[in-house]
C-alpha cells in the first residue's frame, strides 16, 4: 500500500499568514494526488485534483504542486474560514490512501 | 448538480451488519462511480473501496474484504455499503463520495460527497 504522509500535523497560524502543507508518497504516484478541507461535522471538500488544478468555486488563495512523491498544498493568505483539517489522498493504485491530516488553527 | 442523501445513523450490536445508502440526484448512477470511505471519532479519512471506470469492476480494500459489499440499484439511483460481522472498531461516519471522472475515467478525486452516516457499534 502506498503510504501518504503528511507534515506537519497540527499549525497555528494568523490570517494573513501563507501556509504550506506537505505530503509525502512512500513511492510515487505521478499526479494523482487530491488535497481536501473538513471542518468539523462535515463532510471532506475537494480543494485541488491532479496535484495542481484548483476544484471550480474554490478561492485562488489556494493552490498545489508536486509530482511523483513530494506534494505541497499552499494557502496563501489565510482567512478566517480556511481553519479545518486538511488531507491528501491518492488513488493512483489500489487501495486509495489518505494522509494523516493537517489541523490548523488560530494562533 | 450532483447531490447524495445518505441514511440515517445506526446502532449495531457487535457481530451484526449494517447496510447504508446512498441516493443520487441530479445525474444517474450509470454516469459515476461511486467510493466509500470512513472515519472513526477523532480519526483520519479511510477509503474503504469503490467502482474503478478503467476495469469496470468494483475494487475493496483488503482490509474490509469478505466484509463489504458495495452495491448499486440503478432502478432508483441508490448506492449501498454493507459491513458485516461489526466490532467496536468499525463504530466511523460513513460516506459515499462520487470519483470526479465519473463512470469513463479514475480521476482519483472525490468532488462530491454524501452527509455521512455514523455507525456506532455497541453492546
Same mark, same amino acid.
Given at each position: 500500500?502506498?503510504?501518504?504522509?503528511?507534515?506537519?500535523?497540527?499549525?497555528?497560524?494568523?490570517?494573513?499568514?501563507?501556509?504550506?502543507?506537505?505530503?509525502?508518497?512512500?513511492?510515487?504516484?505521478?499526479?494523482?494526488?487530491?488535497?481536501?478541507?473538513?471542518?468539523?461535522?462535515?463532510?471532506?471538500?475537494?480543494?485541488?485534483?491532479?496535484?495542481?488544478?484548483?476544484?471550480?468555486?474554490?478561492?485562488?488563495?489556494?493552490?498545489?504542486?508536486?509530482?511523483?512523491?513530494?506534494?505541497?498544498?499552499?494557502?496563501?493568505?489565510?482567512?478566517?474560514?480556511?481553519?479545518?483539517?486538511?488531507?491528501?489522498?491518492?488513488?493512483?493504485?489500489?487501495?486509495?490512501?489518505?494522509?494523516?491530516?493537517?489541523?490548523?488553527?488560530?494562533? | 448538480?450532483?447531490?447524495?442523501?445518505?441514511?440515517?445513523?445506526?446502532?449495531?450490536?457487535?457481530?451484526?451488519?449494517?447496510?447504508?445508502?446512498?441516493?443520487?440526484?441530479?445525474?444517474?448512477?450509470?454516469?459515476? *462511480?461511486?467510493?466509500?470511505?470512513?472515519? &472513526?471519532?477523532?480519526?483520519?479519512?479511510?477509503?474503504? #473501496? +469503490?467502482?474503478?471506470?478503467?476495469? @469496470?469492476?468494483?475494487?475493496?480494500?483488503?482490509?474490509?474484504?469478505?466484509?463489504?459489499?458495495?452495491?448499486?440499484?440503478?432502478?432508483?439511483?441508490?448506492?449501498?455499503?454493507?459491513?458485516? *460481522?461489526?466490532?467496536?472498531?468499525?463504530? &466511523?461516519?460513513?460516506?459515499?463520495?462520487?470519483?470526479? #471522472? +465519473?463512470?469513463?475515467?479514475?480521476? @482519483?478525486?472525490?468532488?462530491?460527497?454524501?452527509?455521512?452516516?455514523?455507525?456506532?457499534?455497541?453492546?
Amino acid at each position: 500500500d502506498i503510504q501518504l504522509t503528511q507534515s506537519p500535523s497540527f499549525l497555528s497560524a494568523s490570517v494573513g499568514d501563507r501556509v504550506t502543507i506537505t505530503c509525502r508518497a512512500s513511492q510515487g504516484i505521478s499526479s494523482y494526488l487530491a488535497w481536501y478541507q473538513q471542518k468539523p461535522g462535515k463532510a471532506p471538500k475537494l480543494l485541488i485534483y491532479a496535484a495542481s488544478t484548483l476544484q471550480s468555486g474554490v478561492p485562488s488563495r489556494f493552490s498545489g504542486s508536486g509530482s511523483g512523491t513530494e506534494f505541497t498544498l499552499t494557502i496563501s493568505s489565510l482567512q478566517p474560514e480556511d481553519f479545518a483539517t486538511y488531507y491528501c489522498q491518492q488513488l493512483n493504485s489500489y487501495p486509495g490512501t489518505f494522509g494523516g491530516g493537517t489541523k490548523v488553527e488560530i494562533k | 448538480q450532483v447531490q447524495l442523501v445518505q441514511s440515517g445513523a445506526e446502532v449495531k450490536k457487535p457481530g451484526a451488519s449494517v447496510k447504508v445508502s446512498c441516493k443520487v440526484s441530479g445525474y444517474t448512477l450509470t454516469e459515476l *462511480s461511486m467510493h466509500w470511505v470512513r472515519q &472513526a471519532p477523532g480519526k483520519g479519512l479511510e477509503w474503504m #473501496g +469503490g467502482f474503478d471506470p478503467e476495469d @469496470g469492476e468494483t475494487i475493496y480494500a483488503q482490509k474490509f474484504q469478505g466484509r463489504v459489499t458495495m452495491t448499486e440499484d440503478t432502478s432508483t439511483d441508490t448506492a449501498y455499503m454493507e459491513l458485516s *460481522s461489526l466490532r467496536s472498531e468499525d463504530t &466511523a461516519v460513513y460516506y459515499c463520495a462520487t470519483d470526479k #471522472g +465519473g463512470s469513463y475515467y479514475r480521476f @482519483g478525486a472525490f468532488d462530491i460527497w454524501g452527509q455521512g452516516t455514523m455507525v456506532t457499534v455497541s453492546s
